[in-house]
């Protein structure tokens, strides 16, 4: 077994492959085939059949003729030799070869003659044993079963192969009968028919056959290929005018004539995507009328909440003058209002989410820049809590086309989320950038969660331990929306943790707008020295889908004030800290 | 009572906000005045003469839009639109419209004496002072820019602008900064806010607002005086 041979199986089977691929998926080629296998099939019997009988038919006829011919001229030579009145040697040597010689033009066409001594005769005075018109040494063709069978009696005959020039057979047939030769007795006369003429018949009406055959086939192939084609190419047609639609090219129609089945097949189609077309308009709509009602509820909640937070206000300025009950109601009555404010902001933000209202409002930042004033935000929370957070800054310049403000919310909220549950272990703050991507990581070393609980902390809402008061109020929205924020931009927001160990949450964002991300510059697991064990487990990872990536390919530049003024939307977050004035 | 320092006429078709907020702008010592539709906003508008005009943009009548349009036909008085929308189209719509500034609902008292401080702010300078800006005089203490001797009419908010960028035609402003200087904003804010005032701005004293010479971009940092004709 040589390698050769192994490269030829394989290339072989490669080839057979690709041969029953190309079946597979074309109906086409599958008709056609099949077709074309059936008709060759069947011509080849008709061929072979008609082929059969025609031969048998002309050597049949062939046969007869020849055989009453032979017995005519056996019977005239049988007359000659009677008459003849040759008396010694040398005269009927004469007469054998006379009468051979007169026989052989006296068929129809060439026939050759042979005159031989019967077996078993004694040798004659003149020692002739055979006399021939043609070649000598087709007297070989004369088998010694026929000569047996002749000198039984009557005539005889035998289909035999007569040598042509050029080495090959043609079909002849040996008649032969007893005749009594004067003086010498038992002679065997034998004729040679060649059926060159019957052959060439035959072949010719074989070739006119094949021929026939040859167009049939064409005719067949020709007319499959094309019935098939009409039949193919609208549903190709439908495929593609599928493929457009799912694309969402909801205008996209198939052409519809006639009144054939294809025409009924484009016609339900059409309906088809019209219907889906309608269908997607009214989820449009809808959506629309969502993001409607959610201005309309934003509107008449903020307006009665605005008059309450100055009401609120104006009489917490005043609490110094009030009796302590009412002084504390005072107090309690602005912080909750704060937080009233907070979760009516963030449950905007995340109704914004759910129509599909919030856009990106990217442009070319240093995340490092943004995650600083993020993590500057942070302080106050931070000394108040006794927590040590350190930022650790790439070397260059980390920049991505990101929205500042969307990123910097959410690294405030992991920042402020860490510190909440570091319990005042130190906050570590990494930023790190590759080719593709800027990550942003946020550990911390507090009481950390199981990783049951990682895979809920972007659920809104979500509680690790319902039973745990809520200290700094946040409004369980946070996560929920910094995902949402994540998912806009492309990136990727994900937890992990373990009891005792402290969490870590892995920001990581594309930095040009379409790049897919495969991979984080930085390992979302850490890996401490104390914790060796943790196995790398990414628990919630926002689905990323580039049909879904806003397309910045026009704005490489950092926005200028004609291009953000009027066009870039975005959406301005309520809860965004009021800006105080001097 | 202290002296008024200045009537700001409330346009809220929320009679307990508008209530609200005079209770808190008298607390600070401004002379509040009501309108609670859209339709008669001009005209108390007129009859009240007001500083400055705090516009909800949802009215009964004609919306804040066409208010803030209606005013700024006739005044420069300055005008802080009151938005529940947060939706970024309708603060666009809205400084197009030609208000000065605006502030979010919901919001606490300071931040709108704050707000209404800022654009009530003169920048009174006691000395006299003419500035150059590109083929422009301005005079700052006369309020007045000129061209060719053609007196060129702005809001003082424009007029403001056009002073902190001429005052300085070394220095190239962010939006952050000419928020800080004209707006009265210390933390960072709305930047829209200084592309719309800019364009605005252009529209009325440039040449050719498409290929600006008086105040130019400085792309990726921000705006500059053009150089002076002398």
Not at chain 2, 8 to 17: F, H, I, K, N, R
Not at chain 2, 64 to 71: K, N, P, Q, S, T
């Amino acid at each position: 077994m040589t390698s050769v041979a192994r490269l030829l199986r394989v290339r072989w089977s490669r080839r057979v492959r690709a041969a029953v691929h190309w079946w597979r998926a074309s109906l086409q080629v599958r008709v056609l085939t099949t077709t074309l296998t059936i008709g060759l099939v069947v011509l080849a019997l008709v061929f072979a059949y008609v082929g059969q009988r025609t031969a048998q038919g002309l050597f049949d006829e062939r046969v007869q003729q020849v055989l009453s011919e032979s017995a005519r001229s056996t019977s005239q030579a049988q007359d000659m030799f009677d008459a003849a009145t040759a008396r010694t040697g040398a005269e009927v040597q004469n007469l054998l070869t006379d009468v051979t010689t007169a026989q052989r033009t006296g068929g129809s066409g060439e026939r050759d003659v042979f005159l031989l001594r019967a077996p078993g005769q004694p040798v004659s005075v003149p020692a002739v044993t055979a006399v021939t018109t043609g070649d000598p040494t087709l007297v070989d063709l004369i088998t010694p079963e026929l000569r047996a069978a002749t000198a039984e009696g009557g005539q005889r005959w035998q289909s035999v192969g007569l040598p042509t020039a050029d080495g090959g057979l043609t079909p002849a047939v040996v008649v032969g009968q007893d005749v009594t030769v004067p003086v010498v007795g038992g002679y065997q006369m034998y004729f040679l028919y060649p059926l060159a003429a019957e052959q060439d018949r035959l072949d010719f009406l074989l070739r006119t056959l094949a021929f026939a055959a040859g167009a049939l086939v064409l005719l067949l192939g020709t007319t499959t290929y094309l019935v098939t084609r009409q039949t193919v190419l609208p549903v190709r047609r439908a495929a593609q005018v599928a493929e457009r639609l799912a694309a969402g090219e909801l205008t996209e129609r198939m052409p519809e004539h006639g009144e054939d089945e294809m025409a009924t097949l484009a016609h339900s189609f059409n309906e088809m995507a019209a219907s889906l077309q309608d269908q997607i308009r009214q989820l449009e709509d809808l959506s629309a009328l969502q993001r409607r009602f959610v201005s309309d509820v934003s509107h008449e909640l903020r307006t009665p909440l605005t008059t309450v937070r100055m009401a609120g206000e104006v009489i917490h300025a005043a609490r110094e003058d009030f009796e302590p009950a009412v002084k504390r109601s005072a107090e309690l009555l602005s912080t909750q209002l704060d937080r009233f404010e907070d979760l009516l902001g963030d449950l905007l933000e995340i109704s914004r989410f759910d129509a599909g209202a919030a856009v990106l409002d990217a442009e070319g930042r240093d995340v490092a820049d943004v995650v600083l004033r993020a993590v500057d935000n942070a302080a106050p929370l931070a000394e108040r809590r006794g927590t040590w957070v350190s930022v650790e800054l790439p070397e260059g310049r980390a920049v991505a086309d990101v929205d500042p403000r969307r990123v910097e919310r959410i690294v405030r909220n992991l920042v402020v989320n860490a510190i909440e549950h570091a319990e005042g272990s130190p906050v570590e703050v990494r930023v790190a950038a590759d080719a593709r991507a800027v990550a942003v990581v946020v550990r911390d070393h507090g009481i950390g969660m199981t990783p049951d609980e990682a895979g809920h902390v972007f659920d809104r809402f979500w509680r690790a331990d319902p039973a745990r008061a809520r200290t700094t109020g946040g409004t369980g929205l946070g996560l929920a929306i910094s995902m949402e924020d994540a998912r806009l931009h492309g990136g990727w927001l994900e937890a992990w943790g373990r009891p005792g160990q402290g969490a870590s949450f892995r920001l990581t964002l594309p930095r040009r707008a379409g790049i897919i991300l495969m991979s984080s510059p930085l390992p979302l697991v850490p890996v401490d020295p104390d914790d060796e064990g943790a196995v790398q487990r990414p628990i919630a990872r926002a689905g990323i889908d580039p049909a879904a990536l806003p397309d910045l390919s026009g704005d490489d530049d950092l926005p200028d004030d004609e291009k953000d003024a009027g066009t870039h939307a975005s959406a301005r977050a309520s809860s965004d800290e009021p800006q105080e004035v001097s | 009572m202290a002296a008024m320092k200045g009537r700001v006429l409330v346009v809220d078709d929320d009679t307990a906000l508008a209530e609200m907020i005079g209770i808190v702008l008298r607390s600070e010592g401004f002379e509040p005045v009501f309108c609670e539709d859209g339709d008669s906003a001009l005209g108390v508008f007129r009859a009240s003469a007001p500083d400055l005009v705090l516009l909800d943009l949802m009215l009964p009548g004609k919306d804040g839009y066409e208010v803030c349009r209606l005013i700024r036909a006739e005044s420069g008085v300055p005008v802080v639109m009151l938005t529940a929308k947060s939706d970024t189209v309708d603060v666009v719509l809205g400084l197009e419209a030609g208000a000065d500034d605006y502030i979010s609902k919901p919001f606490k008292p300071k931040e709108l004496v704050a707000r209404v401080r800022a654009r009530l702010r003169r920048s009174d300078e006691p000395t006299p002072e003419h500035l150059a800006i590109g083929d422009l005089t301005i005079d700052v203490p006369g309020h007045r820019v000129v061209r060719d001797g053609e007196p060129i009419s702005l809001t003082p908010l424009e007029f403001d602008l056009l002073v902190a960028l001429a005052r300085k035609p070394w220095q190239v402003f962010t939006r952050e900064l000419l928020l800080e200087k004209v707006w009265g904003y210390r933390h960072a804010a709305d930047t829209r806010l200084v592309n719309v005032h800019v364009q605005r701005l252009r529209s009325k004293v440039e040449h050719d607002p498409e290929r600006p010479e008086i105040v130019v971009t400085v792309r990726g940092v921000g705006y500059k005086a053009g150089a002076a004709v002398t």
